[in-house]
């Protein structure tokens, strides 16, 4: 069962994360007593300690895609968690062009503190513990490979829905009902040219796929100029499932 998320920042747009008008850190889940880092932006393990997390208690880190403001602290919280390798975590999930491409984002030596690399891509399905952690539709995104990511117990389903540009073929690939989904919602309107989901595809998303929860983060200085509460409360009105803008520090319990 899903026990609770951390929002370790809620940045999105260049501007607001590197001038760190909010954090980049990422999200820490606590799922079915696992604990899994989601894309560690700039400042990610100063986020951890400040929140009181501890990084050697994290078995699991997913890096939805190469883009600094979701890895770039991966390799200062590998080197952490893992006390410089000598004690390996067990599963890192990414996409290959994040560890493989031209210019990956984590250092060679790291590897040796990761007991098993799992790529993710579309067909990803890897079992941890009790959890599945399932990758879905390729994004499109300029730059880096993005995948959406799924991860389910047998009680509940959270669904991550990184950066990119909204077309139809996501309400399909994306699950629906999840006990919870978040999006990487940059843009109140979408910007025909830049490949990044708005409020405007959000709202679609919601009540087309109907989670039981939907929660806004990775904002640009247009979405917080137009306040990211008003517009989570706009996306409610319309789809009437219960919708919040993240905050720097927001953790929600679920269980
Ligand atoms: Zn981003
Ligand atoms: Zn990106």
Same mark, same amino acid.
């Given at each position: 069962m899903l026990n609770w998320i951390k929002f370790l920042g809620t940045g999105g747009g260049r501007v607001v994360v590197f001038r760190q008008l909010r954090q980049s850190g990422g999200m820490w889940l606590r799922f079915s007593g696992v604990n899994i880092l989601i894309d560690p932006g700039p400042g990610s393990l100063i986020r951890i300690f400040e929140n009181g997390l501890e990084p050697k208690d994290l078995n699991v880190v997913i890096l939805s895609h190469r883009h600094l403001d979701h890895s770039s602290d991966i390799n200062a919280v590998l080197e952490s968690a893992t006390e410089s390798t000598k004690k390996p975590i067990d599963l890192l999930v990414a996409p290959k062009d994040a560890l493989e $491409?031209?210019?990956?984002? @984590? @250092? +060679?030596? @790291?590897? +040796? $503190?990761?007991k098993d690399i799992v790529y993710l891509d579309e067909k990803t399905d890897v079992s941890y513990k009790n959890l599945e952690i399932k990758g879905i539709i390729k994004h499109i995104h300029r730059g880096a490979d993005t995948y959406g990511i799924n991860i389910t117990d047998d009680k509940s389903s959270f669904v991550y829905v990184p950066c990119g540009k909204f077309f139809d073929d996501m309400l399909s690939a994306y699950p629906a009902n999840a006990d919870i989904m978040v999006f990487n919602t940059t843009f109140v309107k979408p910007r025909g040219n830049v490949q990044h989901l708005s409020a405007e595809d959000v709202k679609k998303m919601v009540s087309h796929l109907k989670p039981k929860k939907a929660v806004i983060t990775h904002f640009s200085v247009e979405m917080l100029k137009a306040n990211p509460k008003s517009v989570a409360e706009d996306i409610q009105k319309e789809t009437k499932v219960p919708t919040i803008a993240a905050e720097d520090n927001m953790k929600l319990i679920f269980s």
């Open positions: $491409g031209e210019e990956p984002v @984590l @250092l +060679k030596y @790291l590897r +040796k $503190g990761i």
